[in-house]
């Protein structure tokens, strides 16, 4: 089924120069919730572990030995043949793909945004957060709140019948309500065994536009969101992506299935699971009362 369903994806692409959407069956989303489930507790740790003072190295190495010890191999490392790390760690203005690096350390104050993808069982698993760094000021904490809220809201939009510009009009929507700049020349995607998929999935959009979304579909959605102006550059190093402006840029991403209950976030860790479970179990006594 799986090796039919690739065929079609490249007859596809051969007969009419664009890419197909392939939905996963019950089987491959239990091989999909396997590998989110582990980069989530992956990316929790991490979340521990920064404080001023870490090196993005130290961070970079220790995802890399928890992926591997839990059998997984770490997506990021060797990406397109030159890719170094395991993980992206961008600091403050850099809004994705910043190189692990020992020169690159943590400061008080500093936001640190936080990108990883793991394989296990021939599936990928793609998440990220953007993390303060000790305490930061207002505007830093604004950015990451509105970005989480548009990472929530673009998630709501993952369900059959929807669109992918619906998706990306939920972000886009919220973020322009602060004045923020929207990163456009990098999207979330398509996810399943490639990490990157069709299709497309920009953080901006009009609703009921492009591709329908169906039943068995798995987009890793990721707002990306600028204080300042959404212009990009990439630096000499040929992957750092920074703003032009210099402000605070800030991500974060899930991995999403679409059942026939809604939208499945896989990028959860145990704990996140059970208690997004019992918050939604108390709003629906609650709606009965």
């Not at 809004?95 to 350390?105: A, E, F, R």
Request: proline share 4%; with cysteine; net charge negative.
């Amino acid at each position: 089924m799986i090796e039919f369903g690739q065929s079609l994806q490249n007859l596809g692409r051969f007969l009419i120069g664009k890419g197909m959407i392939i939905g996963k069956s019950r089987k491959e989303l239990d091989k999909m919730r396997a590998v989110g489930e582990l980069i989530a507790e992956v990316r929790e740790e991490i979340r521990r572990m920064v404080q001023p003072g870490i090196s993005t190295l130290e961070l970079d190495q220790s995802a890399e030995k928890m992926m591997r010890e839990a059998g997984a191999i770490p997506a990021f490392k060797g990406y397109m043949g030159t890719y170094p790390g395991s993980i992206c760690a961008s600091v403050n203005h850099v809004v994705v793909h910043g190189i692990p690096s020992s020169d690159v350390v943590l400061n008080e104050g500093d936001i640190f945004s936080v990108d990883m993808a793991a394989i296990l069982d021939g599936f990928v698993g793609d998440t990220a957060t953007t993390i303060p760094v000790g305490k930061v000021d207002a505007e830093k904490a604004q950015l990451i709140n509105v970005t989480e809220e548009c990472l929530r809201l673009a998630v709501e939009q993952c369900r059959i019948g929807r669109h992918v510009g619906d998706i990306g009009f939920a972000v886009e929507s919220h973020a322009k309500k602060f004045g923020y700049g929207i990163v456009k020349g990098f999207t979330g995607h398509g996810i399943g065994r490639k990490m990157h998929e069709d299709p497309q999935i920009p953080n901006y959009g009009k609703p009921g536009t492009k591709e329908k979304i169906r039943l068995g579909y798995v987009f890793a959605i990721e707002p990306m969101i600028n204080v300042g102006t959404e212009d990009t550059e990439i630096l000499a190093d040929g992957w750092t992506v920074v703003t032009k402006d210099g402000k605070p840029s800030a991500h974060c991403e899930h991995t999403v299935a679409v059942t026939e209950n809604g939208p499945e976030i896989l990028t959860f860790t145990k704990e996140q699971k059970r208690h997004f479970l019992q918050t939604c179990n108390v709003v629906e006594a609650a709606l009965t009362v």
